[in-house]
């Protein structure tokens, strides 16, 4: 074994677990991951910003759920219409982390 800093400066763990019943992320999550993904590529962040899918979160009542890392923000029942609000947060971090 052996440990390295993660490659990307923030993570985006985004939920698509499904089960057959109860509350679960599924398909909106999935949603959201697409629309996250193309956001974050076209806001230029691509190189330093990962958008991963993610299995339960253990949050599920409130999804569909994303998981900003390692800042340790939740966000929960995301539609795709509060992609470019996260989007715009991380533009706001990270360009104020480099200047
Ligand atoms: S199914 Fe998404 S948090 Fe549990």
Redesign the pocket.
């Known amino acids: 074994m052996e440990t390295s800093r993660p490659p990307f400066e923030k993570y985006l763990f985004v939920?698509?677990?499904?089960?057959e019943e109860g509350?679960?992320?599924?398909a909106p999550?999935v949603a959201v991951r697409e629309t996250l993904k193309q956001a974050v590529k076209d806001a230029g962040l691509a190189g330093r910003v990962r958008v991963s899918r993610?299995?339960?979160?253990?949050?599920?009542a409130?999804?569909?759920?994303v998981l900003l890392y390692p800042d340790g923000v939740l966000y929960s029942h995301v539609t795709p219409s509060d992609i470019p609000t996260i989007v715009a947060a991380l533009v706001h971090q990270l360009n104020g982390e480099r200047s």
């Open positions: 939920c698509e677990h499904a089960r509350d679960f992320c599924g999550g993610s299995g339960c979160l253990d949050v599920c409130k999804g569909p759920n």
